[in-house]
């Protein structure tokens, strides 16, 4: 006798290129059920469920879906399979009532008009069945992030949902918002819906799923039952590799303080942040999403206002106004958005590099000269080991890696003294990550003063000399090298917010 | 601007694109490679079958001087478009710097009366490029405004009607000749190889198609994105001012009315010659190109004895089929 599942994926693989991200990938819902799935980044979450809702073809095994196999070639089959997704960015029109985003595909009644009681009586009726009583007639703008969330969820619902896979949903939420939405997925299971639940909050998890399965490398490590395992369990099984092997030791020469912040404050999103960083310094910045840590680092970069505080560096008060202050007074930001902020996708490996010091490889009246840009490049592409063809390749055409090596080189050639790194890693795969990581302890060997931002608690703990743990835009406690444990930084990172376990591996 | 992507981190490979060696599929990427050279032969083998004067001399010659204003103003929208931006404003610009050249001859000596309008319109280029950089103003709000404040200006200076000029020397330019070649498209070839060489040489054009590409990634490599930004509405201003005293000279008056809608066709050319209008992509010989296949489109038909009106017709079609082979061409690339 067969269980019945809402959706079962049997063997599943997919690669892209040489990458294999998925590698014989079972994983099955039962109606009713919420089944976690949990993995660091680049598991290969994100692509089992895009798989699943028809994003990305898979490349063999089989998909069934309530017992019949299925092809499932765009995410608008997948949806007519009754398998819905909500991304943990919302993608809501702000400035649309609640009852228009939720039947955005459908508004008409007929005839291309619009029956607007109609549609706001149901928009109430499936927004109260998940056991909200949302006004349908708000706009979506106006209302709280929890709230846009069971509105996306409520339009899933609109279109029969059977499974409906939740991607890192409570990492926009406050804790009491977390609330809201339990009370929205304890109602979807009581009417048979099958919930995939991505997070990397374990406490949550615990509370909530039925199973759990943990992914690794693009396989399944295992499923097990909450009550089987200990969060500690669950973590091995999703790092699965010690630490050493990942972060060389290095021996650190600490010298003389670079850059000093004190009492940076900013709106209600910076209060009073004091730090310094010294030459051949890791300095790590920890905290949850939202706690104020990118805010922080681009404020030091001038591409945020600063209202109070002072910037020192070499005992010297900066004024820094724009990140062209930064960038003179020898600060450089990683950004975290690497595509949006970081590269120039269009443009050559060479002229990226050049972007911030064109002046070095600039003769009389701003003319370029291009052999020399081209070796400076180069020099930079060798030393970084940029994986291209030459310096001349498209920025859009290298690996998430490799663009990221682009952004460090940029400002390699300019003689800065601090980088600000903002989730250097994000995005970028394994391999990659620790050619990123070895480059940022060479470049603190060479004695520059380094500001890291990570979600990845593995890389503050393997890289840093010391951290700065953030709640809620202040300084929560600093930790010094024997002292940055998991434990020490999720405690200082959540005391007070939250109640529930402590253990919490945050990584997105 | 911000283009948010939906999904998460993972996976950022993407599906691999077509790649064959059929030697029918170059031919194919080639063509839709150099469309907008493609047109413009086209064009040309269009006119030499239909007309037997289009290849005289007299016709070319014509043709070139009749598109120079065009082309001076192209290569300024060009820098503008570049950047992500655009400007309404040069048809007015236009006008004005055309009537104030008129209305200063009247008073002052050729070579002060020349620069006395090139700075003007340069300024009112500035002010639009202050608006947009410094204050944020969207530009087609920015240069809509200027549009109307300059075309309202030439009116106010010229009293409605044309300055007629009685500067020989201004009088003669427009309609001169050196080794027969007319004076104005050695302006448009100079602009143009100015242009050509900032774009391709210079740290200005480099961080003008930078601007256009990715505007936050630029300013936070710590590059003052604003004063650029600013700078290519100065110099389209500035370009403008050529357009206006070419027309000058080329008619003798200074008239409020010339450049009507010269904007739309400014545009046109450059988005043609392949340029994008979200910024980042575009080349100066390109332009050239987009100008003269307008032009093209008028001379022929005019050859043809085609009236006016279906002349307007035919330009749009064109300019919709341009932009379409673009379209196939991008996707392609992908």
């Not at chain 1, 089989?62 to 995410?75: Q, Y």
């Not at chain 1, 104020?292 to 005992?315: L, P, W, Y």
């Not at chain 1, 009389?364 to 060798?382: C, D, H, P, S, W």
């Not at chain 2, 999904?7 to 064959?20: L, V």
Request: charged share 20%.
């Amino acid at each position: 006798m067969t269980e019945s599942y809402r959706v079962e994926i049997i063997n599943v693989s997919k690669s892209f290129r040489a990458v294999h991200a998925l590698t014989d990938v079972s994983f099955n819902v039962k109606p009713g059920e919420i089944h976690a799935l949990v993995g660091e980044n680049g598991a290969g979450k994100s692509t089992l469920m895009k798989v699943l809702s028809g994003v990305y073809r898979k490349d063999s095994g089989t998909i069934k879906v309530d017992g019949k196999p299925v092809e499932i070639r765009s995410p608008h089959e997948g949806r007519q399979l009754g398998i819905g997704i909500v991304y943990q960015e919302l993608a809501l029109i702000p400035d649309l009532t609640a009852a228009e985003n939720i039947f955005i595909k459908r508004l008409s009644g007929g005839w291309g008009l619009i029956d607007w009681r109609d549609l706001n009586q149901r928009a109430g009726e499936l927004l109260r069945g998940v056991g909200f009583d949302i006004d349908p007639r708000r706009k979506v703008s106006h209302l709280s992030v929890a709230y846009q969330q069971i509105v996306e969820i409520s339009r899933e619902l609109s279109e029969n949902v059977r499974v409906l896979i939740l991607d890192e949903p409570t990492s926009v939420l406050a804790p009491r918002e977390v609330e809201q939405l339990f009370t929205a997925l304890q109602k979807l299971k009581a009417q048979g819906v099958g919930l995939v639940y991505i997070s990397h909050r374990l406490d949550e998890i615990f509370r909530i799923a039925d199973r759990i399965t943990v992914l690794k490398d693009g396989a399944v490590v295992g499923t097990v039952l909450p009550g089987e395992v200990t969060p500690d369990n669950l973590i091995s099984m999703m790092i699965g590799r010690r630490l050493s092997t990942l972060f060389p030791r290095r021996d650190c020469r600490i010298g003389e303080e670079v850059l000093r912040v004190e009492g940076l404050s900013r709106g209600s999103r910076i209060g009073n942040v004091s730090f310094a960083v010294r030459a051949g310094e890791v300095l790590g910045i920890a905290g949850l999403v939202g706690s104020g840590r990118s805010e922080i680092v681009r404020a030091v970069f001038g591409a945020e206002m600063i209202q109070k505080g002072k910037i020192v560096m070499a005992d010297r008060p900066l004024k820094i106004r724009s990140p062209r202050d930064a960038v003179q007074s020898g600060i450089a930001l990683v950004p975290e958005n690497r595509k949006e902020q970081g590269v120039i996708l269009t443009m050559p490996i060479r002229k990226n590099i050049t972007m911030p010091n064109i002046r070095q490889v600039t003769g009389v009246m701003g003319i370029v000269r291009e052999r020399k840009e081209r070796r400076l490049a180069q020099q930079f592409a060798e030393k970084l080991q940029i994986k291209a063809r030459d310096v001349d390749q498209e920025v859009a055409d290298l690996s998430g890696g490799n663009q990221q090596k682009v952004v460090l080189a940029k400002w390699l050639s300019t003689n800065c003294r601090v980088i600000l790194l903002d989730e250097p890693t994000r995005g970028v795969d394994v391999g990659a990550k620790v050619e990123i990581y070895n480059l940022i302890n060479e470049l603190a060997a060479s004695g520059l003063g380094i500001v890291l931002i990570s979600s990845e608690m593995m890389e503050i703990i393997g890289l840093c000399d010391r951290v700065m743990v953030l709640r809620e835009g202040r300084v929560a406690g600093m930790l010094e090298k024997p002292g940055i444990t998991e434990v020490n930084i999720m405690r200082l990172a959540v005391q007070g917010a939250g109640n529930g376990t402590a253990v919490a591996l945050q990584t997105n | 601007m911000s283009r948010r992507q939906t999904g998460s981190s993972e996976g950022t490979a993407p599906e691999s694109g077509m790649a064959s060696g059929r030697p029918w599929d170059n031919a194919v990427a080639l063509v839709l490679k150099y469309n907008t050279v493609l047109i413009f032969l086209v064009m040309i083998a269009l006119a030499a079958s239909l007309s037997d004067v289009f290849f005289s001399e007299k016709n070319i010659f014509n043709l070139l001087r009749q598109v120079a204003g065009l082309a001076t103003v192209g290569l300024g929208m060009l820098l503008v478009i570049l950047t992500g931006g655009i400007d309404l404003s040069v048809g007015s610009l236009t006008a004005l710097a055309s009537v104030i050249a008129a209305y200063f001859l009247g008073s002052m000596p050729l070579l002060p009366a020349l620069m006395l309008t090139i700075a003007i319109s340069t300024l009112c280029g500035a002010v639009s490029g202050y608006l947009i950089a410094a204050r944020n103003m969207a530009p087609f709000i920015a240069t809509l405004a200027m549009m109307t404040i300059a075309r309202g200006l030439a009116f106010i200076i010229s009293k409605g009607s044309p300055i007629i000029i009685e500067d020989p020397t201004l009088n003669g330019f427009g309609s001169a000749y050196w080794m027969k070649i007319p004076l104005p498209v050695f302006v448009m070839i100079a602009i143009f190889a100015l242009v050509a060489f900032i774009l391709k040489f210079t740290v200005f054009g480099r961080m003008t198609a930078a601007i256009g590409s990715n505007e936050t990634a630029v300013r936070l490599a710590g590059i003052r994105t604003g004063w650029y930004k600013f700078a290519v509405y100065c110099i389209s201003g500035a370009f403008c001012a050529v357009a206006g005293i070419i027309s000058t000279s080329r008619t003798g008056v200074g008239s409020p009315i010339v450049g009507t809608g010269a904007e739309l066709d400014a545009i046109a050319a450059v988005v043609i010659g392949g340029a994008s209008l979200n910024g980042g992509k575009g080349t100066a010989f390109n332009t050239l190109l987009g100008v003269l296949i307008l032009g093209l489109i008028g001379n022929i038909m005019n050859l043809m004895n085609v009236p006016g009106y279906p002349q307007q017709v035919i330009k749009g079609l064109i300019i919709v089929f341009a932009v379409l082979l673009q379209g196939w061409q991008r996707r392609s690339d992908a």
